[in-house]
């Protein structure tokens, strides 16, 4: 009797799986992402530690578009949320990430240097970091290291039902090996990142679904950017916090501009009715 009820559970199996699948992807697929909006560099790093939770806590609250953060691998091949290639200048310990094991970084205060309010705060890794993000804001994930990171962290994603909003930040040789292992990941292609036709060009041979212009705002902007929609690709631009220069970026069709100050930012762009985000933490059933 056991046997024939194993058989039975077994053979509806198939056909759960597949149908919870279709459910997340049916909810998914409700999630409306902001157009166009800020992105807070490094989470909302003016006010609180750089890529930590309590900066992406705040850029979250603060209604954040977008966020971006950077991922490497510790010594022990442990993916972690932190900008510079050593520890030294976000945390009380010295370094280059790579030579530490995870367990040495988490010993590390990566708040304290900031302000004495935020002693304690720790490195977080990607998984922690993905498990406080709102479903309908972008992630901006700039991956620190070699192809297999982005291969991996497209994995995480695909995982985590996170492939709609997030995108690797990455060179060509990474988007490559994440594509042919998850095919529907999004790209924002940094190779030869600049503010000219060289890179707006690249980035449609890459077939990328982001840019990330950087440098001086110059009059070709327009042009660079109507030819990117054309292509379909969004545009970010690294980076300001100058309110003349956020409304010229967005004049210009720059869908988000990187920001250190997103608390100041998002109340100066409500005039370009541009509104904060109401993060949604849950999907639909």
């Known amino acids: 009797m056991k046997t024939i009820l194993f ?66 691998l510790t010594k022990d ?6 900008h510079d290639g050593t520890v ?59 192809g297999d990171m982005g291969l991996r962290i497209a994995k995480v994603l695909a995982e985590k039902k996170r492939l709609h909003q997030a995108f690797l930040a990455c060179g060509a040789k990474a988007a490559e090996m994440a594509r042919k292992e998850v095919p529907e990941i999004l790209i924002c292609n940094m190779e030869r990142q600049a503010s000219n036709w060289d890179y707006v060009k690249g980035t449609m041979d890459m077939n990328a679904d982001f840019i990330q212009l950087r440098g001086e705002i110059v009059p070709e902007f327009a042009e660079f950017n109507r030819t990117l929609k054309r292509s379909g690709i969004r545009i970010n631009y690294f980076g300001t916090d ?35 985000v109401n993060p949604n933490f849950r999907l639909e059933d």
């Not at 010229?248 to 370009?272: E, Q, S, T, W």
């Open 242 to 276: 100058s309110p003349e220069e956020m409304k010229r970026l967005f004049d210009y069709g720059v869908d988000f501009p990187l920001v250190n100050d997103i608390v100041h930012a998002v109340k100066v762009v409500k005039v370009l009715n541009i509104t904060p």
């Open 7 to 72: 058989v039975i559970l077994i053979s509806f199996l198939p056909a759960f799986c597949f149908s919870q699948a279709e459910a997340e992807k049916k909810s998914l697929s409700k999630i409306r992402l902001p157009e166009r909006g800020l992105c807070a560099h490094r989470g909302a790093m003016k006010t609180h530690p750089e890529n930590t939770l309590s900066a992406f806590k705040a850029a979250i609250e603060a209604g954040a578009h977008m966020i971006e953060f950077d991922v490497q």
């Open 77 to 82: 091949n442990q993916m972690v949320v932190i």
């Open 88 to 146: 030294d200048r976000t945390t009380n310990g010295t370094g280059k990430v790579s030579d530490l094991t995870f367990a040495e970084i988490r010993t590390l205060d990566a708040g304290g240097w900031k302000s004495p309010d935020f002693k304690g705060e720790q490195i977080p890794t990607l998984d922690e970091t993905l498990n406080i993000m709102p479903y309908n804001i972008w992630l901006n994930i700039h991956i620190k290291g070699d």
